[in-house]
C-alpha cells in the first residue's frame, strides 16, 4: 500500500519540465517585480526635480522619514522569517512538485514584501524632496536580489534540484 511505483521515462521528463516552467515563472515574475521597482525610481527621480537635495531638516521632521527605517529594516528582517519558519513548516517528504510550488510562493511573497518597503522608501524621498531614502531603496533591492528564486537556492533549501 505504501510502495512507490517507478516513474516511466515520460513521467520523468513531464516532472522535469514542470520544475523547471515553475522556477522559469518564479524568475520571470521576480525580473518584472524588480524591474518595475526601477521605473519608479526613475519617475520618482523626474517628479522630484533640481529642488531635491541628500538630507534636510524638513525630511528629517517628516514622520515618513522616522519611518523608513524602521520599514525598511522590518522587512529585511520579515522576509528572513518568512524564509525560515516556511522551510521549518514544510513536510520535505513531498512530492517534488509540491516542493517546486511552495518554494515560488515563498520567493514570491518575500518579493512583494520587499517592493512594498522599496516603494515607500521611493516616496519617502519624492515627498520630502531628499535623496537620503534611495539609501534605504538600494539597501532593498540588496535584500531583493538575496531573495531570488534561482535553481541554486532551491536545491540548496530543499536539497534536491529541479
Not at 525610481?41 to 522630484?48: K, N, P, Q, R, Y
Not at 514622520?63 to 513548516?89: C, D, E, M, N
Not at 520567493?107 to 524621498?125: D, K, P, S, T, W
Amino acid at each position: 500500500m505504501g510502495e512507490k511505483r517507478k516513474l516511466s521515462e515520460e513521467e520523468v521528463e513531464d516532472l522535469k519540465y514542470q520544475v523547471r516552467l515553475n522556477l522559469k515563472i518564479a524568475h520571470y515574475l521576480f525580473i518584472a517585480l524588480g524591474a518595475s521597482q526601477f521605473l519608479i525610481v526613475f519617475f520618482g527621480w523626474l517628479m522630484a526635480g533640481e529642488s531635491t537635495v541628500y538630507f534636510s531638516k524638513q525630511a528629517q521632521e517628516s514622520p515618513l522619514f522616522i519611518l523608513l527605517p524602521i520599514i525598511s529594516i522590518g522587512t529585511a528582517i520579515l522576509v528572513w522569517f518568512i524564509q525560515y519558519y516556511r522551510l521549518k513548516k514544510f513536510d520535505m517528504k513531498r512530492p517534488l512538485l509540491q516542493k517546486v510550488f511552495h518554494f515560488r510562493d515563498t520567493a514570491l511573497m518575500q518579493a512583494v514584501f520587499i517592493e512594498g518597503a522599496n516603494v515607500f522608501a521611493v516616496m519617502v524621498a519624492i515627498i520630502t524632496k531628499t535623496y537620503l531614502p534611495y539609501m534605504f531603496f538600494f539597501l532593498g533591492i540588496l535584500v531583493f536580489a538575496w531573495a531570488y528564486p534561482s535553481e541554486r537556492r532551491f536545491i540548496k533549501e530543499y536539497g534536491i534540484g529541479g
